[in-house]
């Protein structure tokens, strides 16, 4: 069984029929899920689709650095809350995109910071979103008494940035389509990363993989990531299916994926 540990198939893109999508992923293979909040408009309907599948799906609670606004304030107080519930396996996705816009670049500073700060206190991981924003990562990271464990999810950084990131901590790195994309040097990271410390993901619905790319993404094309990674790595499938399963189990908790 292979786990998808970041997707977002409960987005109104996988209207009218979600429940399907989720199906056709575990037919495919794919048959545990990281669902990672976007804002407060997505908790209900990634709720709803979790509790449709228990057992199958975990969530996670964050506000994502492209919904940061003047706002920020009163949305992290109700995922303040809804942290509290218990009911989350992490606190994500969380970060800073400066890629489209660095108006809010310091209220996504707070913003990670606090949500990080909340990670620590609760004992979670951190699913972190970073784009074009390593350096700014790295200096909250710098403000922070404790570092959350977490996952730099959809990574398509370098060797170099890997070694920076290990600075702060023993990351996991989440890899999807981007890896088998024809200019992407993210291939040549791999090695790097090692297999111990590798996550596969989706991010559906955006980034499907070669020979989906172009289309609406979803979890059960992962398998053909799945399919890229192990013949990349010269290892068996069901080798890389063991091992990143076991990478899921350890950072988001040993009962997952029973």
């Known amino acids: 069984m292979f786990v998808d540990s970041h997707t977002h198939l409960y987005l109104e893109e996988f209207d009218p029929d979600k429940t ?38 975990d969530m996670a ?23 509290l519930t218990g009911r989350y396996r992490a606190i994500g996705e969380i970060g800073m995109d400066l890629y489209w816009d660095s108006t809010f670049v310091n209220e996504q500073k707070e913003a990670f910071r606090q949500q ?70 993210l291939r040549e990271v791999l090695p790097e990363i090692s297999g111990d410390r590798i996550l596969l993901e989706t991010d559906s619905p955006y980034l499907a993989p070669v020979p989906m790319r172009g289309k609406r993404n979803e979890s059960a094309y992962m398998i053909h990531t799945a399919a890229y990674v192990a013949d990349y790595l010269d290892i068996p499938i069901h080798d890389l299916e063991a091992l990143t399963t076991d990478n899921y189990r350890r950072l988001f908790g040993t009962d997952s994926c029973r």
């Open 20 to 57: 399907a999508a989720v199906k056709r992923a575990i037919d495919a293979g794919v048959g545990h899920f990281m669902f990672p909040n976007v804002d407060l408009t997505t908790l209900g309907p990634m709720k709803d689709l979790a509790e449709k599948f228990p057992g199958v799906v």
């Open 61 to 83: 609670i964050g506000l994502h650095p492209t919904e940061v606004g003047p706002d920020r304030e009163s949305q992290l107080q109700i995922i303040r809350s809804e942290a």
């Open 116 to 185: 990080c700060q909340l990670a620590a206190e609760l004992k979670l991981p951190i699913i972190i979103h970073c784009r074009e924003a390593l350096n700014e990562i790295l200096e909250v990271f710098d403000t922070l008494d404790v570092i959350p464990q977490g996952v730099f999810h959809s990574f398509g950084g370098t060797i170099d940035d890997v070694k920076r990131i290990r600075t702060y901590g023993d990351f996991y790195f989440g890899i999807n389509g981007i890896v088998t994309f024809k200019n992407s040097k």
